[in-house]
């Protein structure tokens, strides 16, 4: 891995002369932080707006004669129901009913579907959308574009004042519209549990919109090392962390992925295991741990009952910078699952305790109404 | 004061050794949201883990530059972690070692030879 050459997105130059901390990521060097460091960027975004570099992640259109029922044969979610302006979360599915990656798929216009998959995954996501969606649907990656994420309490009056129009969307709405001297494809939503919106752009004028951007003084950059620590609070998994190929969807607790109208229908990859986990409850659950005492539980840390026996993994942790504690995702048995378990995470050999408690561990600010 | 090549300082006053890290490392970290400190009694080995220092990101192994025994730990850090940042070099220190050996204090590097060091990273 180490000769490896990373990829650059159009903003590294821009990142560089910021000051940012750059490191691999997802095959790309990517700012992991600025000169404020991760504290400070993470409560930025929560007091102010941030502005992240998401260029990484895999843009493209899915068009056919109907990629919207196309879609569905291999994610659980309902697309035929999926109305022009609307963005929806989902998963692909494997034939065990494991996830193959998290997405976004879009409806900006009438152009097929815009999805946003993750970066370290996308070559995957389309070669297995291609397998299985062949002659249905056709993909065009859109690799002359990039993805800004600007994200907090301010980001839509500093938007707003660009982009008037934005102010009339809602969370999870999704347009293709003119903005920034060029054309945009702009939802309101992000990964972090703010308001805010994700803007894709051209590659040649990446630069000088984010630049734009930051000339707002509510507007500061934000790396990948704050997005990890908010997207932790605001209770959102991590593909490759808290989810991969083993994990079902229902595991994940990320029920609400799978449609009501298609939990009947049982029409897509691994039905028979997410339907029965839906009836009986899956065996193993994702939980949110608030670590009452001690070091942050990180990402591989035993979770044990009080009786010292293990009975889950750490997927996900860190010190929650909003709260001033640890705070952890991870797997258990339904049975201490409930809000309010005590368990324990074993950091270094020594156990801590730590209490089951709700997600999203800090309250998320979605504009769903306008 | 001595330096390591791992960015820990030492300073010693008799034959009590006072470990910190450097300025240096605490900016390399970040905001230092957690310490953990050894226990007082333990006995170290030069080179031995004997602390480890927790940004938002990552835990941090911080090696013992010098033998000895712990005979006194920075209780203020388990309230004030970030005064590693503050004052990585004086109020941040994390353990004081009753040295076993004085000759692996005298080969580390003075302020100098760090500093030159810093100059090739």
Known sequence: ?370 | MRFTKDHEWVVLEGEVATIGITAYAAEQLGDVVFVETPEVGKVVKAGDGFAVVESVKAASDVYAPIAGEVVETNTDLGEAPDTVNALPESGGWFAKLKIADKAQYDALMDRDAYEAFLGTL
């Open chain 1, 1 to 370: 891995m180490s000769d490896e050459v990373l990829k650059t997105t159009p903003l590294a130059d821009a990142h560089v002369a910021a000051g940012a901390r750059m490191v691999p990521f997802a095959g790309y060097s990517m700012p992991v932080q600025y000169k404020d460091g991760v504290l400070k960027e993470h409560l930025w975004t929560r007091e102010h707006a941030g502005l992240f570099d998401v260029s990484h992640m895999g843009q493209a259109r899915l068009r056919g004669v109907s990629p919207l029922s196309a879609f569905e044969e291999i994610t659980p979610g309902d697309f035929i129901g999926l109305k022009p302006g609307k963005q929806r979360y989902s998963v692909l599915l494997n034939k065990q009913g494991g996830v193959i990656d998290d997405l976004m798929a879009a409806r900006p216009d009438d152009d097929g579907l815009f999805v946003v998959v993750n970066g370290a995954c996308k070559d995957n996501d389309f070669k297995v959308i291609d397998n299985e969606l062949a002659g249905q649907v056709t993909i065009e990656r859109l690799e002359n574009r990039a993805l800004l994420a600007l994200q907090g309490p301010e980001a839509a009056a500093v938007i707003g004042r660009h982009l008037p129009a934005a102010l009339r969307m809602v969370f999870m709405d999704s347009r293709a519209m003119p903005g920034f001297g060029t054309n945009i494809l702009i939802s309101r939503s992000g990964y972090t549990g703010e308001d805010g919106y994700e803007i894709s752009v051209p590659n040649h004028l990446a630069e000088a919109i984010w630049n734009l951007l930051l000339e707002d003084e509510r507007v500061r950059p934000i790396g990948l090392g704050a997005r990890d620590s908010l997207r932790l609070e605001a209770g959102l998994p991590l593909y490759g962390h808290d989810v991969d190929q083993s994990v079902s969807p229902i595991e994940a607790d990320l029920a609400f992925a799978v449609s009501v109208k298609r939990r009947d229908a049982r029409d897509f990859p691994g039905a028979a295991r997410i339907a029965k986990e839906l009836a009986e409850g899956p065996s193993r659950k994702r939980v949110g741990l608030k670590v009452l005492e001690g070091a942050p539980a990180r990402e591989g840390a035993e979770i044990t009952d009080g009786s010292g026996a293990v009975v889950g993994v750490v997927t996900s942790g860190g010190f929650s910078p909003s709260l001033g504690y640890p705070i952890a995702m991870g797997f258990v048995p339904p049975a201490l699952a409930a809000l309010g378990t005590q368990l324990k995470v074993i950091v270094r050999g020594k156990p801590q305790a730590a209490q089951v408690v709700a997600m999203p561990f800090v309250p998320n600010r979605y504009v769903r109404k306008i």
